[in-house]
């Protein structure tokens, strides 16, 4: 085991760089060893979150309950998928509770995005912007995200954090649906800007 | 491949949070599997989902949360990992699993002389997802749209007011839009088009013809 999984280590590091270095560190453990103690600190971090975002997109607490160990398990069997050059665990994360929802909660076939994860691994083919976002530590995101106006923050985390559709956030806020739709552009411009800054 | 027409920055977000039906999750997978731009794009707005996952509101777990999938993954015979190949040539993995492999074995129908039809069964209600094989020089009726419509060319090329679309490339446009693409290769246009409403025909001819057509 790591030096950096002792059992002392609080479930998050306050400095965000070393944070998310222990995140891969501990994703490593589990595809590497197949680590249950490591695999344990991240359920406890993100399985909480992973049902937040299932009740708010419309589950019952019972079904959230079940994503919950859908997504959890998924990271198990896939662990050794996750790259930690091409993105932060919680990345990662997000995209197997997302294929699950849409598995699940939506009844659709997650197939084309498991597809594209297939290319993704397969492909070598990285830009330096490509490179950035996977080599950065998850906390530029995140600093992006909080400089953005609010009215952009919040469209953004009603897709994302919610699972909103569009059409609903433009129901939910009162606003055209081409307003909406901009905002989110802007805020992906934002990011990528961002981004390109650092490559 | 050198893909020059992409997925509007909006589609990306919505692809991202996993927004779209299946109509047009598989439209859009096949563009992003095609195209490294869109693939870096898609990465770039996952990112901010999982930063957004990072910051979200816990809701306490059921006290054997763990336990109950602790015992599961003692269960679990350890399989090894299969990845399938990402597919070669000019169909996309996940337009492959519903066509195969091979344009050519596409049961195509012929509506009007010079365009064939290939319908995609999909469970989806208010999208429909098929194939269209459309003649060198051929003209598609001039058509607005009730809804969005994306289409992604495969093989061949057509011109519009947009440009010119050649294989990989995807035309994602939304309603207000109006254009009447003409195939400018010397082989057969072959593309994918996923629309979320009858698409709406100007002119008596093309009315009529659109139920023959059926797009």
């Known amino acids: 085991m790591?030096?950096?999984?002792?059992?002392?280590?609080?479930?998050?590091?306050?400095?965000?760089?070393?944070?998310?270095?222990?995140?891969?560190?501990?994703?490593?453990?589990v595809a590497a060893s197949r680590d249950k103690a490591?695999?344990?600190?991240?359920?406890?971090?993100?399985?909480?979150?992973?049902?937040?975002?299932?009740?708010?997109?419309?589950?019952?607490?019972?079904?959230?309950?079940?994503?919950?160990?859908?997504v959890m398990l998924t990271v198990w069997r896939?662990?050794?998928?996750?790259?930690?050059?091409?993105?932060?665990?919680?990345?990662w994360i997000y995209t197997v509770a997302r294929n699950a929802r849409i598995d699940r909660l939506r009844r659709l076939p997650a197939q084309p995005y498991i597809d594209v994860e297939t290319v993704m691994v397969a492909s070598e083919d990285d830009s330096p912007e490509a490179e950035a976002i996977g080599s950065q530590q998850g906390d530029l995101v995140r600093n992006a995200l909080d400089k953005l106006p609010s009215e952009q923050r919040q469209v953004v985390k009603m897709a994302f954090a919610e699972y909103k559709p569009h059409s609903e956030i433009a129901r939910d806020l009162d606003l055209p649906i081409g307003t909406v739709k901009s905002r989110l552009r802007l805020a992906y411009r934002k990011l990528r800007e961002e981004l390109e800054d650092l490559a | 491949m050198t893909v020059h027409h992409h997925l509007d920055d909006a589609s990306i977000m919505r692809y991202a949070s996993g927004d779209f039906d299946e109509a047009f999750a598989i439209i859009v997978a096949s563009h992003i599997a095609m195209c490294d731009e869109c693939r870096a794009a898609v990465r770039a707005a996952e990112a901010m989902g999982g930063a957004v996952m990072e910051a979200a509101d816990s809701s306490p777990l059921a006290a054997d949360a763990f336990d109950r999938l602790s015992r599961m993954l003692d269960m679990e015979p350890e399989k090894p990992l299969l990845t399938p190949e990402p597919t070669a040539g000019n169909v996309p993995l996940p337009l492959s699993r519903l066509i195969g492999r091979d344009l050519d074995q596409v049961p195509w129908r012929t509506i009007v002389p010079g365009m064939q039809r290939h319908r995609i069964d999909i469970a989806s209600s208010t999208s429909s997802l098929y194939?269209?094989?459309i003649a060198p020089g051929r003209k598609m009726p001039e058509h607005g749209h009730g809804g969005t419509e994306m289409t992604l060319i495969l093989e061949g090329s057509?011109?519009?007011?947009?440009?010119?679309?050649?294989?990989?490339?995807?035309?994602?446009?939304?309603?207000?839009?109006?254009?009447?693409?003409?195939?400018?290769?010397?082989?057969?246009?072959?593309?994918?088009?996923?629309?979320?409403?009858?698409?709406?025909?100007?002119?008596?001819?093309?009315?009529?013809?659109?139920?023959?057509?059926?797009?």
């Not at chain 1, 790591?2 to 270095?21: H, K, Y």
């Not at chain 1, 399985?47 to 160990?69: F, I, N, T």
């Not at chain 1, 896939?78 to 990345?91: F, H």
Request: aromatic share 6%; net charge negative.
């Open chain 1, 2 to 29: 790591l030096s950096v999984l002792r059992t002392d280590m609080p479930i998050e590091n306050p400095d965000p760089t070393a944070d998310q270095d222990y995140l891969k560190a501990l994703m490593m453990e």
């Open chain 1, 38 to 70: 490591s695999f344990e600190i991240l359920f406890d971090r993100f399985g909480p979150r992973v049902k937040g975002m299932m009740e708010k997109s419309g589950a019952s607490s019972d079904l959230a309950e079940d994503l919950v160990q859908d």
């Open chain 2, 158 to 215: 057509y011109s519009d007011v947009f440009g010119q679309f050649a294989a990989g490339d995807i035309a994602d446009l939304d309603e207000h839009v109006e254009h009447q693409p003409v195939v400018d290769s010397d082989i057969d246009c072959i593309c994918l088009v996923a629309t979320e409403r009858p698409t709406r025909f100007k002119g008596m001819v093309s009315r009529i013809l659109q139920p023959l057509i059926g797009i």
């Open chain 2, 131 to 133: 194939m269209l094989k």
């Open chain 1, 78 to 91: 896939k662990a050794a998928l996750y790259r930690p050059d091409k993105g932060a665990v919680s990345t």
